[in-house]
């Protein structure tokens, strides 16, 4: 029994000296890359580099200063605030050198060495080039004007709280540092490669995750990137696959919209608004042509469709006159009083603007036939969409922010229940289960409405 003890005890004390060389051994940041000879300065580069990055929508609290933080980021583990990103001193990053700045977008580590939660995506960012990482360290310690901001701790529980762990998680989360493919090529496929898989880290939102919260593949080579996410209880469409928000789109129609927030299809909404804003709406015609030939040409998204000449749609009223293309059309266009209360519903607060074939108008009224948002396998945007509706956002393209209005004063939860059921299902649409009037009474008491 001693001879147990004894053996228990050493196996105790090896454990902990191992827990205590894991949580205090030193880390270290990755080495550079070589940097391409004819690359830009960073100071001609810094600004558009944070463009591509997007670092405005996460780093910028609503009604807060550019940068300054405070924005709250949830998560499955609980709330994480953004950092103050000026080159204030004191509250945000004044005097990082480059070598510290880098270590916090590739390795998640800040200028101390202490681990950053993976809201900031550096899991993504591992692909930028040694170029735009020069050009984000300019801008935003040469360029930008330091604001004081005090940003709010972290609302994490036990054990989330404590960073060390963090350092288990980049063993089986950070894939490998640099981009494989060439990022400032002249080849549409590969530049647009860099800037989806890169900066634009969109798989950080479009792609599934897994229990430990580790994002499905980092690459068009792994079968899970962008097949669709969830951030917040809200679905982030999958931009791959028979099934993606953008399968059949022509890479005209998907520059469009990452360019303006809108196009002939569908209209930008909920925290993409910010990404277009902030973001796409300033790539050059030649970056967000790239963006969407890749993307276009992902599989079963209709590849080698960006160049096609479509037939001209054809007029509101001639696309109207025509024999119903749909049981929901017929059923809607023949006003019966005695149809479904889903379709009144849709009567009395959608038909006038998105109409009977669920077409809306193209730039104006997005499209219910077939919207990712309407599908989504989490009717959260769909009901929030009901409950406070939405504005486009404004670009330099399309000026006009035009809004949805919400309904939360004019229906209870019962009809926002029985409106997001019928539409679901109309037309074309294909998504299974009824939404409950309870899910719709817990959102409207989330958001206050």
């Given at each position: 029994m001693k001879t147990f003890l004894r053996i228990l005890g050493a196996l105790v004390i090896v454990g902990v000296v191992a827990l205590l060389g894991f949580i205090f051994w030193p880390v270290s940041r990755s080495a550079p890359t070589q940097v391409a000879a004819n690359a830009p300065e960073p100071a001609e580069h810094g600004e558009y580099a944070m463009r591509l990055a997007d670092c405005a929508a996460c780093h910028t609290a609503e009604g807060g200063e550019p940068f300054a933080g405070g924005r709250p980021i949830e998560s499955p583990v609980g709330t994480i605030y953004s950092a103050n990103i000026t080159p204030d001193s004191e509250t945000g990053i004044g005097g990082w050198t480059l070598a510290e700045f880098r270590g916090a977008l590739i390795d998640g580590l800040d200028d101390e060495g202490h681990h950053l939660y993976p809201a900031m995506p550096y899991t993504n960012y591992r692909g930028l080039t040694e170029t735009d990482i020069a050009g984000l360290h300019h801008y935003f310690i040469e360029d930008l004007e330091p604001v004081r901001n005090d940003v709010p701790a972290n609302d994490l529980p036990f054990p989330f709280d404590q960073r060390w762990g963090l350092r288990a998680w980049k063993w089986v989360a950070m894939p490998d540092v640099g981009f494989v493919s060439g990022a400032a090529s002249d080849?549409?496929?590969?530049?647009?490669?860099?800037?989806?898989?890169?900066?634009?880290?969109?798989?950080?939102?479009?792609?599934?995750?897994?229990?430990?919260?580790?994002?499905?593949?980092?690459?068009?080579?792994?079968?899970?990137f962008l097949t669709g996410g969830v951030i917040a209880g809200w679905t982030a469409p999958a931009l791959r696959g028979e099934d993606s928000a953008i399968a059949g789109w022509t890479a005209e129609e998907v520059a469009q919209i990452l360019g303006t927030g809108r196009n002939a299809h569908a209209a930008i909404n909920g925290e993409m608004a910010l990404v277009v804003e902030d973001s796409t709406q300033y790539m050059t015609a030649d970056d967000l042509m790239a963006v969407s030939q890749y993307l276009v040409g992902l599989d079963g998204n209709g590849?080698?469709?960006?160049?096609?000449?479509e037939t001209p749609s054809s007029g509101l009223a001639e696309r109207l006159s025509d024999d119903p293309a749909t049981e929901t059309e017929r059923i809607l266009a023949s006003a019966d009083p005695g149809m479904p209360e889903g379709a009144r519903l849709y009567l009395d607060n959608c038909g006038a603007c998105h109409f009977v074939d669920g077409k809306g108008a193209d730039e104006v009224f997005p499209e219910l036939d077939g919207s990712s948002i309407v599908q989504a396998g989490e009717p959260t945007g769909l009901i929030s969409m009901i409950l406070h509706g939405g504005a486009l956002p404004s670009t330099e393209a399309r000026p006009y922010a035009l809004r949805m209005p919400g309904f939360a004063d004019r229906l209870s939860d019962e009809e926002v229940a029985t409106l997001a059921t019928f539409l679901r299902s109309a037309w074309n649409n294909e998504a299974s289960g009824a939404v409950e009037a309870g899910a719709v009474a817990d959102m409207r008491s989330e958001e206050g409405g």
């Open positions: 080849d549409q496929i590969e530049r647009g490669a860099y800037l989806v898989e890169g900066p634009g880290h969109c798989g950080a939102c479009h792609s599934p995750r897994n229990t430990l919260f580790v994002q499905d593949g980092y690459t068009a080579d792994d079968a899970g590849a080698n469709r960006g160049q096609e000449q």
